[in-house]
């Protein structure tokens, strides 16, 4: 067997074993509503993030207050806030507009007391902001 088949079988190997490790860390999807004085609030995204990790994801609000992460979020803890409505279809920039009624402290990762706690499976949630 030449040197170059002996290399060429061993990359195959270690790939195929690289490849039958751990899947990585448990996720859990997450879907819910936000309220805002016990009604829907729309206008908005929702970005769900982990202070520790920095994994999160984010989806935009619909008009009854849903939101559905797209993709799986590993297990733990997250703090969830909100953001301007996004749109992937968009070419042009429009300004950022920031809904006053709505308390300063839901628009920053750092001040919001909405809560997430991820575990492995389908996640429900409800998230009630107050004035």
Do not use: H
Request: with cysteine; glycine share 10%; proline share 6%.
């Amino acid at each position: 067997m030449s040197q170059y088949s002996r290399f060429m079988l061993l990359l195959i190997l270690t790939l195929c074993l690289v490849g039958c490790g751990d899947s990585g860390p448990p996720t859990g999807t997450v879907e819910g509503t936000i309220t805002l004085d016990g009604k829907p609030y729309t206008g908005a995204s929702i970005i769900v993030f982990s202070i520790d990790t920095g994994a999160g994801s984010n989806a935009n609000l619909t008009a009854d207050g849903g939101f559905k992460l797209e993709d799986p979020i590993p297990v733990g803890s997250y703090v969830a806030y909100l953001a301007p409505a996004y749109d992937d279809t968009e070419t042009e920039a429009k300004p950022v507009v920031i809904d006053n009624t709505v308390p300063s402290k839901y628009w920053n990762e750092s001040e919001t007391d909405l809560k997430v706690e991820v575990k492995e499976g389908e996640n429900k949630v409800t998230l009630a902001m107050t004035k």
